[in-house]
C-alpha cells in the first residue's frame, strides 16, 4: 500500500511518499480502508521530534491520527462492525498510522461516520471535536448559562469548542484576528474579541470557562479574568500548564485544568448526532493529496488556517 512516512525526525521535507507493507489487524480491531485523513499540530510536532519522549526512535513511521474510511476486515473479537461500514475514528496516541491507504483501529476508537458528510469532512472531526468536547464537558465542567471564553476560536479546535459550547447553553466569547471575526459569528459565538485590538486578559468581563485551545495563554495571564470558582483548560501539556494543574487541584478556587483528547466510541456516537441533526459542523480550509502532504503540514505549521486541513487518501 501507499504510505506517507518518516525514516528521520525533522522538516516537513522528510515525508516521504512510498510503498509499505498492510498493516495486519488484532481481535479487537477493523482493518480500514482510509478514504481521508486530517491534519493536527501533534503530526507535525511528532514529525519534528518535539514528542520523541513519548514516540521514541523507531522507524520508519506513518504518522496521522484522523481518519474515515470503510472496513475490509474485522477482528474476532469486533461486535459493532461488519465489513463494508463506513467509519470515522481516531487512533490512540502514540500509535499512529493514518497516513495511509490502509490502517488498523481499534473498535473502540471508532464510530458509524455520520450519513450526511463526506468522507473528507468525517476526517476532520475525531482529534478536534473530542478535544473540544472533553474540554468543555470533562475538564471545564460546563453548564448552561455560564460565560465560556474560547481562545483560538477559528482553530481546528476553537471552531467545535465554539459550537459545542452553545449546544451546551453556555454565553460564548470567542477570540481569534480580525479577519475571522465574522465567521466565528456564524459559529454562534454571542461575543467576539480580536486579539490584535484587544487583550482579552486585560478585559473587564470575567468567565466561568476560559478554553485556550491553541495554549497562546496561560493560567496565570488569564486567573484575573476568571470568575472565583473558574476553571482554566488548556490543550498543551507544558511544564507552564502542569504545574498550576496540580496547585490548584489541592487548593480552593480558580483551577486549571489540561485536556488531551481521548479516543471514545461514545463520544464519537455523540457528535456524529449532533451533525445528523445539523447541530455542529465542520469547516474544511483546504484539501491535499496524500502525495502532497509535506505542504499540508507545512500549511497547518504557519497557524493561519481557518477550520481543519484535510488530507484526501482513496
Known sequence: MKAAVIHRYGSADVLQYEDVAPPTIKADELLVKVHASCINPADWKIRKGMLKIVTGNKFPMILGFDLAGEVVEVGSNVTRFTIGDSIYGTLKPPSAGAYAEFVAVPENCAALKPTNISYIEAASI?????????????????????????????????????????????????VCSTKNLDFVKSLGADRVIDYTQQDFTQDPVQYDIIFDTVGKRSFFDCQKVLKPNGIYVTTLPTPENILPGIVTMIIPGKKAKLVLESPKAQDLVYLKELIEAAKLRTVIDRTYPLQELAAAHAYSETGRAVGKIAIAIT
Open 126 to 174: 475525531p482529534v478536534a471535536g473530542l478535544t473540544a468536547l472533553q474540554g468543555l464537558r470533562d475538564q471545564g465542567n460546563i453548564k448552561p448559562g455560564q460565560a465560556v471564553l474560547i481562545n483560538g476560536a477559528s482553530g481546528g479546535v476553537g471552531i467545535f469548542a465554539v459550537q459545542i459550547a452553545k449546544i451546551l447553553g453556555a454565553e460564548v466569547t470567542g
